[in-house]
C-alpha cells in the first residue's frame, strides 16, 4: 500500500482527491495539510511514502517544505501538483527533491499513474509540463532526478520544427531526403525520450517548443 500525505490550501480539493481514493487498493491517503509548516510536521508524525504538495502555500511554500521534508526523510518521495507550468518552478522544485511534477487540472487517472511512479522512485512529468521545462533539457544541461538527461539530437530537433510546421512523415521524409520509415523511427525515438504517450501529444509539445530551439 502506497501511503500519502496532502498539502494544499483549498481544503474542498483535498477533500474530493481523499474521497475518491477512499477504497482504493493500493493508494491510502493517512494525512492532509493546508500550509507548509503544519505539512512538515505530519510528515514527521506520519512518514508516509509520498508526500503530494502545492508549490503556493501559506506560513511555508511547498519548495522550503520539500526541503525540510528530504533532509530530515530522504527515503519520503515528493509529488507537486500546481498549477505552475513555469520552468523555473518545475527546476526548483527538482532541485529542493521533489521527483514528481504534476498540474491540477491533469485528472486522477494522471495523479494515480504519478503517485506509483514517484512511489518507487521514478521520475515523472505531466506532458503539459515537459512542453515547457524540457527547453532547457533539449541541451542536455539540466538533470532531473538521479542525473537522468533528456536530449533529443539535432536531427530529432529538426524533425520538431516540421512537425510543428504540421508537416507529416512523408512530407518530412521529402523534406531532409530521408526514407520514410527513418523518419517514422525518428518519431518514435522523441516520443520515447520525452515520455509522451502519443502522436497527438509529439505534435502538441512541437508546437510548444516550436520559437523555442
Do not use: C, W
Amino acid at each position: 500500500m502506497i501511503t500519502v500525505v496532502m498539502a494544499e490550501d483549498h481544503q474542498m480539493l483535498i477533500d474530493g482527491v481523499v474521497s475518491f481514493y477512499e477504497f482504493h487498493e493500493k493508494i491510502k491517503f493517512i494525512g492532509s495539510a493546508n500550509n507548509g509548516e503544519d505539512l512538515v510536521k505530519i510528515v514527521s508524525l506520519k512518514q508516509p511514502k509520498v508526500v503530494i504538495t502545492d508549490i503556493r502555500m501559506p506560513k511555508m511554500d511547498g519548495i522550503e517544505a520539500t526541503k525540510r521534508i528530504k533532509k530530515q526523510f530522504p527515503h519520503i518521495h515528493v509529488l507537486t501538483m500546481t498549477m505552475f507550468d513555469q520552468p523555473e518552478a518545475v527546476k526548483q522544485m527538482f532541485q529542493a527533491g521533489a521527483k514528481g511534477y504534476i498540474l491540477k487540472n491533469s485528472g486522477i487517472k494522471m495523479l494515480s499513474k504519478a503517485i506509483e511512479a514517484v512511489a518507487k522512485g521514478e521520475t515523472f512529468f505531466d506532458p503539459n509540463v515537459a512542453y515547457n521545462f524540457l527547453n532547457d533539457l533539449i541541451d542536455g544541461n539540466t538533470n532531473i532526478g538521479e542525473n537522468e538527461k533528456i536530449i533529443l539530437s539535432n536531427r530529432e530537433k529538426e524533425i520538431l520544427l516540421l512537425i510543428a510546421d504540421g508537416k507529416s512523415s512523408k512530407d518530412i521524409s521529402e523534406t531532409l531526403f530521408l526514407a520514410k520509415s527513418t523518419v517514422d523511427t525518428h518519431r518514435k525515438n522523441i516520443i520515447r525520450k520525452l515520455d509522451l504517450s502519443s502522436g497527438n501529444e509529439l505534435v502538441k509539445y512541437a508546437i510548444d517548443m516550436k520559437y523555442r530551439f
